[in-house]
């Protein structure tokens, strides 16, 4: 911050104590250093820098110092122990103001996600942070392999990245139930890409989901929450892809939104390969490697470890169990579906 000058009234008295201690040659009274404590909280709480407030004392303790005394040992002695005690409580006074505004952020954070708290009020209190709720905001989640706090190594190296490449910008990180966040204006879409690289690095392999573009206070709750969602369904579908990007993938939510609709799909479609030996798993799993692999039938194989001639064979039993041939496109819509329906459901294990 700018040098101000220091006002008097934060070296009260500190001029006749030197006097005192040069004199005398005492070392300072448990009431002296009490009160330098308390005038170093009271000038952290005004904004002055502990740079300034030493210079004042040490030029105080030089004007003040006797000039017949000519102990330099004492002189040193007491000059330390103002100063000493002076910064004791100014440096008291600063880690109060930290843990307060930390505390005041996370309230904040968690009033913002929770979408409790008066939206009026919410915006104000926003700004303080670099947010602007009037405008357009996304969300991106990420989920590593542990949990992680605000203050752990993880985020803060995700932060600094973010930072050295785009200044502040108005963007917010934090944790919430040990995932990192990070919330940006949604026309800035090259920060939360950036961060998702970091993140999906600094959390060794971590997974980022992305929500969309979302106006208003509600709009930062709306986009987390389907970040959140994504990951969930990135998880069931057993999806690999280090960043999950909600416009990319908006069928998964549309299919799971009608959960009695796309269970009766599922048990009408895939509910006759329970009947298989060893259960309807192994023809699912076939399934789904078919349909993930292009319905290429070679990759199939190769992705379930078995032979061409093997994959054929589950492929014909499916057709036969079921009545759909997945190699056929006027099926093959329809088995697809229905095998995401079953991913998300967790079926056959699962109940409908």
Known sequence: MTEREIPEEYLDGCAQILIDVATTGRRLTRDEIASRRALGERAAEAGFGLRSLVSAHLSAARGAWPRAADSAEGALAAVQQVVDAFAEGFERAQRLAVRQEEAARREFIDDLLYGRSDLGRLAERAERFGLRLSHEHAVAVAQGPIAYDEGDPVPRQVERALIARFGDRSILLTTKDG??????????????????????????????????????????VQSYEEALSFLEIAERLGMDDPVLRASDLLVYPVLARDRQAMADLVHNTLGPL?????????????????????????????????????????LERIHKLTGANPSDPAHRYMLQTAVIGARLLDWPDGVL
């Open 179 to 220: 995932r990192l966040l990070c919330i940006a204006p949604g026309h800035q879409g090259e920060v939360l890409t950036h961060f998702a690289k970091q993140a999906h690095a600094a959390t060794d392999g971590g997974q980022v989901a992305i929500g969309r573009p979302q106006y208003g206070p509600g709009g930062v």
């Open 274 to 314: 329970t009947t298989a030996r060893g259960g309807a798993g192994p023809l699912l799993d076939t399934l789904t490697a078919y349909f993930d692999s292009g319905c290429v039938a070679a990759e199939a194989a190769r992705r379930l470890s078995l032979s061409v001639r093997a994959l054929t064979y589950r």
